[in-house]
Nanobody, 122 residues
Framework: VQLQASGGGLVQAGVSLRLSCAASGLTFSNYVMGWFRQAPGKERELVAAITSGGTTYLPASVKGRFTISRDNAKNTVYLQMNNLKPEDTAVYYC?????????????????WGQGTLVTVSS
């Protein structure tokens, strides 16, 4: 299984960025996909998750600014991030777990991508 995340970069506060994660080596429609982030000195945290059927979960910290979506035909999951803030600066990881309900725990996810760095300057 491979998860290839892309789309990170250095941006100014207030702008938008879209991350993509292409999955291979798995039956994509059997997996819940999640986006996590980890800032320096902090624990990895979930920022969005989506089931194959399109049910989503986003924590309050990003709800209203971030959107998760997936294209099952392309084996790809996306994270649209709007109105970025300096506190969104982190390495963003995509992850997968074979499930049909939302999973929020880091420990639940079996497969992880390599991470993509998002830096938001003020």
């Amino acid at each position: 299984v491979q998860l290839q995340a892309s789309g990170g970069g250095l941006v100014q506060a207030g702008v938008s960025l879209r991350l993509s994660c292409a999955a291979s080596g798995l039956t994509f429609s059997n997996y819940v996909m999640g986006w996590f982030r980890q800032a320096p000195g902090k624990e990895r945290e979930l920022v969005a998750a989506i089931t194959s059927g399109g049910t989503t979960y986003l924590p309050a910290s990003v709800k209203g600014r971030f959107t998760i979506s997936r294209d099952n035909a392309k084996n790809t999951v996306y994270l649209q991030m709007n109105n970025l803030k300096p506190e969104d600066t982190a390495v963003y990881y995509c992850a997968a777990v074979r499930a049909n309900v939302i999973m929020t725990s880091v420990r639940a996810y079996n497969y992880w991508g390599q991470g993509t760095l998002v830096t938001v300057s003020s």
